[in-house]
């Protein structure tokens, strides 16, 4: 196996026995695998989409196989091969239906799109031959890949968005496109730069069509506290970001004894008026993902993973773990999702009415909801505020959290940042400083949350309204830095969709992507200013200036 696709990679270069997130080499491989079919499979529908051919089922295939291969959501072995499978089968009901139409597919001849297999045997052995080294040249290794992980996370957005019934096919057509590019040893550097700017578009086009269907389906986002103690009732713990998923626990817990709460990355669910109704709604249990082998124990109750980020759980709750949608792991129950797109959770509810109350871990409150409607709302006051300079500088800290000890940096950088700041959030890097006492500038909170990652869309809506009010040419021109934590794929989506708008000088940390090779790493430096972290003391005299 080879893979340096999250920012834990080992030594920063890459994880070639077991990663470190807990992927096995045989998973791995098989990732490597369905990610080579899926580009087959693309080789062919794109031919397809421009003949008019519609295979839906493709679409939703290729959509949900990149989001299974992100980082801690599926670690299931037998989902990859009958993925594989499956795909094989695929890609020859699309060749089929482009031979019926009469279209020409003689210059198809890639391997990806002709290679076949049956067994499990033989499927080992192929993946081996695929993955990421499969490609010399590192260069453009490192651009196919930094493509690919953008569509991952791309994926997982266009997903979630599908779940409430909001798609657009451009963004099918765009990944297909794109993957099938990867596979072309025509395209030079620049055109796989340029791809990855356009992955950025896509992006930004995803969490715009996420942002819809979030707001449409539950309303926007509105200034709330959000409770972090517990009250003595059995309950059941929610992380991922799956906003359907939710709400369907929700509605079968409803009026049962069992309280619902939030965990990691499903925090901002507390911010949408929909979830407000329900009084079972407790709280948020805990912090990001990395912390849930703890907070997870302690939480007594059955635990529903909707998407990432999915530890190897410790065999003392892993009972207790249930995961639904494209999560998988080998043991754990999974809740598939019925014909008519609902999802039973009654088994969840029972095994919670057997478990004890939660253990409280702290108390409190924390607030959010400054998703772009309730800025905007406050545009007025956020304007007056730094015309007035009672608010010197934004600072943009979106992202994930994670495991590694240089993420105190986080912590440090949200301390000593002047209190004429303020830190724009989202993603899960927020635990590192949302709960120390920050204070506020005339009322608004010095921390304002957005949301989930994919919630970058609104800071990016932010700063692009303050550009019109302050009347500046670029974005660049406004008193906003940029210094963005990432862990994995979704973030390599969210880090292109601010390239793709235009912000420069991004400061990425903990560390720089192992897949970004030398000359990619200085491309990237020159031509938008990328940087990584350094001290605290040292970037925030480079922000200050
Ligand atoms: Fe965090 Fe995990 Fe949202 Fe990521 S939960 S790390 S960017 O999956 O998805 O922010
Ligand atoms: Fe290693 Fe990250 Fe890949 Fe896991 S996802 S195998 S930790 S690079």
Redesign the pocket.
Known sequence: MFCYQCQETTKGIGCTFKGICGKTEDVANLQDLLIYVMKGISLYSIEAKKHGIINKEVDQFIMNGLFAT???VNFDKNVFIERIKRGLELREEIKEQLQKSGVNIEMIIHDAATWTAETVEEFERKAKTVGVLSTENEDIRSLRELITYGLK?MA?YASHAMNLGYEKEELFIFMQKALAATLNDHLSIDDLLDLALETGKYGVDVMALLDEANTSTYGNPEITNVNIGVRNNPAILV???DLKDLEQLLEQTNGTGIDVYTH??MLPAHYYPAFKKYDHFMGNYGN??WKQQKEFESFNGPILMT???LVPPKDSYKDRVYTTGDVGYEGLIHIEEEENGNKDFSQIIEHAKKCPAPIEIETGKIVGGFAHHTVLGLADKIVEAVKSGAIRRFFVMA????RMKSRDYYTEFAKQLPKDTIILT????KYRYNKLDLGDINGIPRVLDAG???DSYSLAVIALKLKEVFERNDINELPISYNIA??????VI?LLALLYLGVKNIHLGPTLPGFLSPNVTKVLVENFGIAPIQTVEEDLKVFLG
């Open positions: 992100i980082t801690n996370g997982a992380s991922g970001h990691g990355e990001a993902w998407t990432n980020c992202g994930c959290d994670g989202a993603g899960c890097a989930q990652c994919n990432w862990y994995e794929q979704k973030a969210v």
